[in-house]
């Protein structure tokens, strides 16, 4: 007798799910910079598609190879919130390698467009100075993985409503 440990299935299937989407809008977005697209409202709503389609991809995979068809609303939710987790891990790691080693003049033309900005908003110098000093690759990292996570608890909010499907009472 195999003993099915669905618990692991459930990080391996997220961990996978989540890796294809992260490199996905990776591809996508050194698509855009290549193309020169502007980020805008267009670009900004690509990416969500991206990743609607990536978390609802992620949970109807396992529903359909794990669970028999079958997957309760809090297991699609808890499933989609892992997946956008391990796709904003790979993101905030690619970015964190793109500001640090790959391009770390734009990341100084980051700070210093900040700078210009605040100095606008009529911030002192003391205040500009704390905040350019907290602007890092890794804090972008961070940042990143942060808001891919609170994107996926929204998006699996809703996504779980519409792909769960309870096993009846005379179905094991």
Do not use: C, W
């Not at 990080?11 to 799910?17: D, I, L, M, P, T």
């Not at 359909?64 to 808890?78: H, N, R, T």
């Not at 980051?110 to 500009?128: C, P, Y």
Request: charged residues 20%.
């Amino acid at each position: 007798m195999e003993v099915y440990d669905s618990k692991n299935s459930v990080y391996k299937s997220a961990a996978h799910s989540g890796l294809i989407l992260g490199l996905a809008i990776i591809v996508l977005s050194i698509l855009i910079r290549v193309l020169g697209f502007s980020e805008g409202a267009l670009t900004f709503l690509i990416y969500q598609i991206f990743m609607a389609v990536g978390i609802a991809f992620g949970i109807k995979k396992y529903k359909e190879e794990q669970e028999g068809a079958f997957i309760s609303y809090a297991k699609a939710l808890g499933l989609g919130l892992l997946i956008a987790l391990f796709s904003g891990l790979i993101q905030a790691f690619f970015v964190y390698i793109y500001y640090r080693y790959i391009s770390p003049e734009e990341m100084g033309a980051l700070v210093n467009s900040m700078q210009e900005v605040l100095m606008n908003m009529g911030k002192s110098d003391d205040e500009v100075e704390m905040a350019s000093s907290i602007i890092s690759p890794s804090y972008f990292g961070f940042v990143i993985l942060l808001k891919e996570a609170f994107k996926g608890l929204i998006f699996s909010l809703v996504i779980a409503a519409f792909l769960k499907k309870e096993k009846g009472i005379f179905e094991e």
